[in-house]
């Protein structure tokens, strides 16, 4: 079973950076396409960055150019670096494969204050 730990999370004023990461067991990273997803308060979860095996990250329009995914397999663990961050980025994030299976992380807590 994948067991998947993010963290890094913050409470931060809008226009500040945070840059979370996500550490994953069972060599996930090797198997699997990865994504980061969130969920803001009162609403569902989205995908908002898909790192494929071999081929070039892809972005929501909602972080495109603001947002950057890396990961490093062999230490099975992602980074997500949040730039210009805005209040509707204000959400609780997740990392997990895509498509997802059942094995969430607990996720980290994004605020954005203005």
């Known amino acids: 079973q994948v067991q998947l730990v993010e963290s890094g999370g913050g409470l931060v004023q809008v226009g500040k950076s945070l840059r979370p990461s996500c550490a994953a067991s069972?060599?996930?990273?090797?198997?699997?396409?990865m994504g980061w997803y969130r969920q803001a308060p009162g609403k569902g979860r989205e995908l908002i960055v898909t790192?494929?095996?071999?081929?070039?990250?892809h972005y929501s329009d909602a972080v495109k150019g603001r947002f950057t995914a890396s990961k490093n397999i062999a230490e099975s663990t992602m980074t997500l670096s949040m730039n210009n961050l805005q209040t509707d980025d204000t959400a609780v994030y997740y990392c997990n494969t895509v498509p997802p299976n059942n094995s969430w992380g607990q996720g980290t807590q994004v605020t954005v204050s203005s």
């Open positions: 069972g060599g996930v990273f090797i198997r699997s396409a």
């Open positions: 790192l494929p095996r071999g081929s070039p990250v």
